[in-house]
């Protein structure tokens, strides 16, 4: 077992701290290095961009032992995260292969760039999403950001689903993490019903105490034919 990078979180109360959903992450991309070993980028050094890197603790990983040739980019709306991230990396490696950038989800990021893409979204069933803080008093919404996610727990991951043809490079991928509550099998069915250029499938399932989280890859296979969702 590969180990843990140490992380280096600048504010505990704003920044969410790595719990079962981020070392399942860490537990796929170290069954991953093989593959990613064998993976064809062409001639240019893939580009992999974290969606709500929070601590940084899961593209460190990457960066240290799964693509340490790439170029990453962990965005996240709240300029904590961003910070804990880049702190994070320099702890761990001594490459300077990543930048933070603080966006909404993928809008600082070029169409058809993308190579490895991972998130961690806000997937907890809630009343509805938090608003943005305005004030310094505001600023413990910055984890209930983090975690929330509507109705379903699906309002965010949406969003980046419906990106996800436009933002990859061909043959880019995507995993996603998802709990039971978010239904993944019929997402990943209906997402696959609508993009005929993708191939989707759960590459890794645990139980972690009352939660069933699963990730899917979401692995664009041509170009950029679709359908529209319903």
């Known amino acids: 077992m590969l180990p843990t990078p140490d992380i280096k979180i600048t504010d505990p109360e704003k920044v969410y701290d790595p719990a079962e959903d981020s070392f399942l992450l860490l537990d796929l991309f ?20 974290e969606i709500g890197t929070g601590s940084g603790i899961v593209s460190t990983f990457i960066n240290e032992y799964v693509l340490p040739n790439g170029y990453f980019i962990a965005t996240d709306i709240n300029p904590y995260s961003c910070a804990s ?27 058809h760039l993308i190579d490895v893409l ?25 984890m209930d950001i983090a975690l ?26 995507a ?25 989707v499938e759960q590459v890794i399932f645990r139980k972690a105490g009352w939660e069933e989280l699963s990730i899917y890859r979401f692995l664009k296979v041509g170009g950029t034919k679709s359908t529209p969702s319903a």
């Open 30 to 49: 170290e069954e991953l290095r093989d593959y990613f070993k064998r993976k064809e980028f062409g001639h240019k050094t893939p580009l992999v961009v």
């Open 175 to 199: 995993y996603i993490l998802f709990c039971a509550r978010n239904k993944p099998k019929q997402v990943a069915a209906n997402f696959q019903s609508n993009h005929d250029n993708f191939k």
């Open 85 to 111: 991230a880049l702190q994070t990396n320099k702890a761990n490696t001594t490459s300077f292969n990543l930048d933070a950038v603080r966006c909404d989800l993928l809008s600082a990021i070029q169409d």
């Open 148 to 173: 929330n996610g509507g109705p379903t727990g699906m309002d965010i991951t949406n969003k980046v689903l419906d990106s996800l043809n436009r933002k990859l490079s061909v043959n880019g991928e």
């Open 118 to 142: 991972v998130f961690n979204p806000p997937y907890v069933p809630t009343e509805s999403i938090p608003s943005m803080p305005t004030t310094k008093n505001e600023e413990y919404k910055w």
